[in-house]
């Protein structure tokens, strides 16, 4: 049976999905193989994300996995899929959480009532889940401090902060499949 990854896209503009996120589903599958099924749904409403919508169908999508799916968000896609996994954790055991250039929203961070984070975060994410966090250095438009905002509240992410990549890392997702694979490789 193949392992499960839900990669949930960013938002903001339109043609997210197919035009910039869609390059990153690609390198996850080159770099994962043939071993993962890898579900990208698209998200309501990508030129404007909020939060509502997109929690409905994270909640629908989530309901549709195995024990030990991954899950990866990019963006605010990451930002949305933190703060809904804050408020409630999912019926299924997680295998491990990615966010990729997430805005932190928060003090600090993007002000934002509709993503807003508890100040306990860390400890409201599902207990015992690995939470990976990869943050470009040239990242312009969540800034690089955005990881060390996330790196505080979550104490118990692996940070990765990565030299010359932008907020689509380039659109290389090589060094996420690798911290992936050995994920996978340990599990039962």
Known sequence: ??????????????GVHDEWDG????????????????????????????YAPWKETLERELGALRDGAILVGHSVGGTILVRML??????RK????FLIAAPFAGEGGWPSDDFQFPADLGARLPEGVPIHLYHGLE???????????????????????????????????????????????RAP
């Open 1 to 14: 049976m193949k392992r499960q990854l839900l990669f949930i896209q960013g938002g903001g503009k339109g």
């Open 23 to 50: 390059k990153l589903v690609e390198s996850l599958r080159r770099h994962l193989g043939q071993d993962y099924e890898i579900r990208y749904p698209r998200m309501p409403n990508e030129e404007n994300p909020e």
């Open 86 to 91: 804050s408020e409630h954790s999912p019926a």
């Open 94 to 97: 997680l295998g491990a959480i």
């Open 139 to 185: 990242d312009e438009i969540a800034p690089p401090s955005h990881v060390d905002l996330y790196a505080r509240t979550v104490p118990q992410a692996h940070v990765r902060r990565l030299l010359g990549r932008d907020h689509q890392l380039n659109n290389d997702l090589s060094e996420v499949a690798g911290a992936i694979l050995s994920l996978t490789s």
